[in-house]
């Protein structure tokens, strides 16, 4: 289905992005990045829903998780192929022929928040660090805690998903010129994250 819409990047703002919000803090979900484990986590914890429109940028403190944009990408192709065979079919053999194709888990952070991207805290998910230590931190110096003794949904993936998104990867290698050019601004966002994280 294609939506009518003159500006994409609104349409994912405004309609699909899901926000949560404490005090000053708001998460903004993001797709493959632990989206599902940490939305239960502010659930728990009594976090509003925000509209990512009434994000008030000058007073709120706003953050997300990011991981390698390829890894994202192939784990968010496996979410979206490995139950539909005949899609399948048709788009893992294009991987390794220079083409990219996006789907509904696949969408880039660019799109997702726009520019909005540049003024957002970031943690990083597959750094030594853990991603709920860093957040605990984050939400304690902002006066806020966390309880992670509640009852938290995680996904964990069977062998057939993780030998499809194996696949994914294996096609896709680092990236080709096509997904270079969709994910230009999420990988440059992604390297300047992870750079200063190792500078911590």
Not at 9 to 16: G, H, R
Not at 44 to 60: A, P
Not at 144 to 171: A, G, P, Q, R
Request: hydrophobic content about 40%; aromatic content about 14%.
């Amino acid at each position: 289905m294609i939506y009518k819409t003159r500006n994409v990047e609104l349409f994912w703002q405004n309609k699909i992005t899901e926000c949560y919000c404490k005090n000053n803090l708001v998460f903004v979900s993001i797709f493959k990045n632990a989206s599902t484990f940490y939305k239960n986590v502010f659930i728990n914890n009594k976090w509003n829903v925000l509209e990512f429109k009434d994000i008030n940028w000058e007073v709120n403190h706003v953050f997300g998780f990011i991981q390698d944009p390829v890894v994202r990408y192939c784990k968010g192709l496996t979410e979206d192929l490995h139950k539909d065979l005949d899609l399948s079919r048709k788009i893992i053999p294009i991987l390794s022929d220079n083409c990219s194709v996006l789907t509904f888990h696949t969408v880039p952070i660019s799109i997702i928040v726009g520019d909005r991207m540049y003024d957002m805290t970031w943690f990083p998910l597959d750094l030594d660090t853990s991603s709920k230590q860093q957040l605990d931190e984050f939400c304690n110096q902002h006066g806020i805690s966390l309880n992670w003794n509640l009852d938290y949904v995680t996904h964990s993936s069977d062998s057939e998903k993780i030998n499809f998104f194996n696949n994914m990867k294996f096609l896709l290698g680092d990236g080709n010129h096509i997904f270079w050019r969709l994910f230009a601004k999420d990988i440059d966002l992604y390297n300047n994250v992870v750079h200063n994280h190792k500078k911590l």
